[in-house]
């Protein structure tokens, strides 16, 4: 397993199954398939859970559970370079934005079953989590404003503090003591993922059920409300069962 932040030289090579999904990515989109509807075939067929190109860590499954389907979009897409129309490619990679609304049926049918429940560990443990933190900070400047404290403080750690009881910088530490992981001053795009990863699982063990399901309903209102500003559904375009907590 690549090892976060590691100075590795990548390799072209790919698994016949990671090829297969390229060659036919580019065969059903020449081929008259819509590009999105191929490219979740393409997902579908993928076999690896990471690799390294031209120095960047594609970390596509988090601890061999949680699917970063984007970070793959982000792959397959630039290995059929021009045949995505460019405003599409960009509104999914940088804002979400699918250029098909699907149901979770036809999501499952065109990427799997396995890897639908992989992404939704990705949905939960790490785009929740985040909204989670963003969510419990935008409280804790609530609570400021109402106070009229004039003092900003650090909101990011106050969360940080709030959720897990510790500060970033021990929870950093124990991540990467449990995981082997140099302690470096600065963590990569994937390790942060990773830790973000992590950080859910912490909460997870150390929480009530009533709590976990209080915290799971505040993030994914704030969620749903960044999706209602993008005008998307969810990530992918097929939000999780369960996930109204209305």
């Known amino acids: 397993m690549v090892k976060e932040d590691s100075r590795l030289v990548a390799t072209e090579a790919l698994s016949s ?104 560990n990705y949905f939960y443990g790490v785009a929740v989590e985040e909204a989670l933190l963003l969510a419990v900070q935008e409280e804790i400047e609530k609570e400021r404003r109402v106070l009229g404290l004039r003092t900003r403080g650090d909101s990011a750690a106050e969360a940080c503090q709030r959720l897990y009881e510790s500060t970033r910088e021990k929870l950093l530490k124990a991540f990467r003591q449990e995981k082997g992981y140099p302690q470096l001053k600065s963590i990569d795009l994937a390790g942060l993922k990773e830790f973000t990863y992590w950080l859910f699982k912490y909460r997870l063990k150390r929480c009530e059920k009533a709590k976990i399901a209080s915290d799971t309903k505040k993030a994914l209102k704030y969620l749903r409300r960044q999706w209602q500003k993008k005008g998307v559904s969810g990530l992918l375009a097929a939000e999780p069962p369960g996930g109204d907590t209305e």
Request: aromatic share 10%; glycine share 8%.
């Open 17 to 120: 199954r990671d090829a297969e999904a390229i060659d036919y990515l580019r065969q059903a989109i020449a081929s008259g398939r819509h590009w999105y509807l191929a490219l979740l075939g393409a997902i579908g067929l993928w076999t690896s859970a990471e690799e390294v190109r031209e120095e960047r860590i594609y970390r596509y499954l988090i601890d061999g559970e949680a699917f970063d389907w984007l970070l793959l979009a982000e792959r397959l897409i630039a290995a059929v370079d021009g045949l995505v129309p460019e405003n599409e490619r960009d509104a999914l990679l940088f804002h979400g934005l699918p250029p098909l609304e699907l149901s979770v049926v036809e999501v499952k049918g065109l990427i799997g079953e396995r890897k639908y429940g992989q992404y939704l």
